[in-house]
């Protein structure tokens, strides 16, 4: 049998950090992770670039049944910190828009440097490891049967995540060993995720697919402003992956196709202005013509603006400033983002992240109900999280 001071379960963005931090604290650490490589998803993110922190996180920008919680991480560690690691190893970066900072080069980078990191600090990783069992030792620490044997460790951090992405090897086994440790666990469901339409809505996002366009788009209370997409299954782009986090199904979704007009004023002048242009060729001066003959066939009965009654004519501002829109569903865990909900944080404490049910155990990253808007706010509840734990373990 092993022994050792910390096991991290799971490679990932917050198991990395957790690792290379508390290891520099002279901590020997033992990192497994049951894929055959660490940092999948660091890999795949942002298109291959990772958006790896949001200059402007803080607390309103995540969603918990406990929205207190994450406070105390994001500000002892922040992204100043990790950009100061990813400066001193010299990746280059760059915003992209809102805050959102990218590799210029590749997502490897941040994940080369985190491994640099836990390789220069001692920390021992193993990949192609399962855990298969837990237990609390007398002593109070823990006991694992593992793929390289039986190992005894005073701390045992969760890193596991959540259910998002199953092809990047996501399981629900962080989930698991929360319960078996007295943990309640909040169901979850897919965030950050596109949806999926029928009928009517579904044949336009057909007709659409592969058109972007600048909307805002809102649903219980919240609303964000970016693109969204048409695609041949629904609706996706980076308004409605952020919106399906408050999304529940049943819901419409109301989108506001022209967010820079007051729609019925800006109707009502092209009216008095242009009477014998029809309605179709208005809008084709702000969406592509291809878009505006469709919205004009599917619910808008073009007509010149001068046949317009001023009821139609609102009726036709609803329809482009207060669309509503009901998604069949979401594409679920197999495209989402992030898992929302998860292991309930009124059981961790905010401080050490160490469980309140069973010490020396600790959970870090998605596991946890804590989920971040789009935008590398994920990333940086991964670097804050792990940090954290890494203090104390």
């Known amino acids: 049998m092993r022994s050792t001071d910390v096991v991290i379960i799971g490679a990932g963005a917050a198991g990395l950090m957790c690792a290379l931090t508390a290891a520099q604290r002279g901590r020997q650490v033992l990192l497994v992770d049951h894929s055959n490589k660490a940092g999948k998803k660091i890999l795949m993110s942002g298109g291959g670039r990772c958006n790896f922190t949001n200059m402007y996180a803080e607390p309103a920008n995540f969603a918990s049944e406990n929205p207190h919680f994450c406070k105390s991480a994001l500000a002892r560690y922040t992204p100043w910190d990790f950009i100061a690691m990813v400066s001193r190893h010299g990746v280059p970066y760059h915003e992209k828009k809102l805050g959102q900072l990218f590799c210029?080069?590749?997502?490897?980078?941040?994940?080369?440097?985190?491994?640099?990191?836990?390789?220069?600090?001692?920390?021992?990783?193993?990949?192609?490891?399962?855990?298969?069992?837990?237990?609390?030792?007398?002593?109070?620490?823990?006991?694992?049967?593992?793929?390289?044997?039986?190992?005894?460790?005073?701390?045992?951090?969760?890193?596991?995540?959540?259910?998002?992405?199953?092809?990047?090897?996501?399981?629900?086994?962080?989930?698991?060993?929360?319960?078996?440790?007295?943990?309640?666990?909040?169901?979850?469901?897919?965030?950050?995720?596109?949806?999926?339409?029928?009928?009517?809505?579904?044949?336009?996002?057909?007709?659409?697919?592969?058109?972007?366009?600048?909307?805002?788009?809102?649903?219980?209370?919240?609303?964000?402003?970016?693109?969204?997409?048409?695609?041949?299954?629904?609706?996706?782009?980076?308004?409605?992956?952020?919106?399906?986090?408050?999304?529940?199904?049943g819901d419409a979704v109301e989108i506001n196709l022209l967010p820079d007009r007051d729609t019925l004023e800006w109707l009502q002048r092209q009216q008095a202005a242009r009477p014998d242009s029809e309605l179709k060729t208005l809008l084709g001066e702000v969406f592509s013509k291809r878009m505006a003959a469709l919205l004009a066939e599917h619910w808008l009965a073009s007509k010149p603006m001068k046949q317009y009654t001023a009821a139609e004519l609102r009726a036709v501002a609803d329809r482009l400033g207060a669309w509503q829109v009901v998604p069949a569903g979401t594409e679920g865990y197999r495209t989402a983002e992030v898992t929302l909900r998860g292991v309930d944080t009124r059981e961790v404490s905010s401080k050490t992240m160490e469980s309140l049910k069973s010490p020396g155990l600790y959970f870090i990253g998605e596991v946890l109900d804590v989920s971040g808007h789009l935008g590398g706010f994920n990333f940086q509840w991964a670097w804050s999280s792990g940090h954290a734990a890494a203090q104390f373990v």
Not at 108 to 114: A, E, F, H, R
Not at 138 to 152: D, H, N, Q, R, V
Not at 180 to 196: C, D, E, I, K, M
């Open 104 to 249: 210029d080069n590749r997502s490897k980078d941040i994940l080369n440097m985190l491994l640099d990191e836990c390789r220069h600090a001692g920390v021992d990783l193993r990949v192609d490891t399962a855990v298969q069992q837990i237990e609390k030792t007398e002593a109070g620490g823990y006991l694992l049967s593992t793929g390289m044997g039986e190992i005894a460790a005073q701390s045992l951090v969760v890193a596991t995540g959540g259910l998002s992405i199953p092809t990047l090897g996501a399981t629900g086994f962080g989930y698991e060993v929360a319960r078996q440790f007295g943990h309640n666990v909040l169901s979850t469901r897919a965030g950050l995720v596109p949806f999926t339409s029928s009928g009517q809505l579904k044949e336009l996002c057909v007709e659409l697919s592969g058109t972007s366009v600048d909307c805002a788009v809102s649903c219980n209370g919240e609303s964000f402003r970016e693109n969204i997409l048409f695609t041949h299954r629904g609706l996706s782009g980076p308004a409605i992956l952020q919106i399906s986090s408050f999304w529940h199904p």
